[in-house]
């Protein structure tokens, strides 16, 4: 793989994350029964990340989680041998709560399908809304972001890295190129 450009660097991507922040605070009036729940491994980076925005702008914490998916994957029989599952770590009810549900990445919509599998399996939220930093198009589901960091159209042969300083040890969103 090939790196064709880089997208966002460092200040940028925290430009995007503190303006989705400040997106979320406004369509929901607040921080009233509003929780963040990220999907394992870079959501809950940026649940993290905007949960502290938010903290920063209205001074109320709000409840943060994390989602693991795995076992909702509907390629789950394809991957079984590669499959790790880990804990989701929801501390807190998400009945009748505003779950924003975030993740990294927002490419064919099957991982976004398979959180809203779990988050119901744990309870039944007001609403349910999606943050995503990259919005990469592709979409096999009809599912579309609430909240975006930055709209990427990309070719199928193509993909797009997040790589963030918890995980990767520097921010920025790059378009790879697969080689063939």
């Known amino acids: ?37 990220g999907i394992r491994n870079r959501g809950v980076y940026l649940a993290e990340r905007l949960a502290k925005n938010i903290e920063e702008i209205e001074k109320v914490r709000v409840p943060t989680g ?31 709560k505003i779950v924003v549900l975030v993740d990294d990445v927002l490419y064919t919509g099957r991982t976004i ?7 119901i399996d744990l309870g039944r939220p007001d609403s349910i809304q999606l943050a995503v930093l990259i919005d990469r198009g592709h979409r096999e ?14 070719a199928q ?7 963030l300083e ?7 969103v790059v378009i790879v190129e697969k080689e063939i």
């Open 141 to 154: 589901l009809p599912i579309r972001a609430d909240y975006v960091g930055k709209n990427i159209p990309t």
């Open 66 to 96: 994390v989602l693991d998916i795995t076992l909702y994957r509907d390629d789950l029989t394809l991957i079984a041998d590669k499959a790790q599952v880990r804990k989701t770590e929801i501390d807190f009810d998400i009945t009748a």
């Open 166 to 172: 918890e995980s990767d040890g520097k921010d920025e």
């Open 1 to 37: 793989m090939r790196e064709k450009a880089t997208v966002l660097d460092k200040e940028n991507l925290a430009r995007a994350v503190t303006r989705m922040a400040h997106e979320i605070l406004e369509k929901n009036k607040g921080t009233q029964n509003l929780c963040l729940v």
């Open 157 to 163: 042969g193509e993909s797009v890295e997040v790589r």
């Open 113 to 119: 399908r398979s959180a809203l599998d779990a988050l």
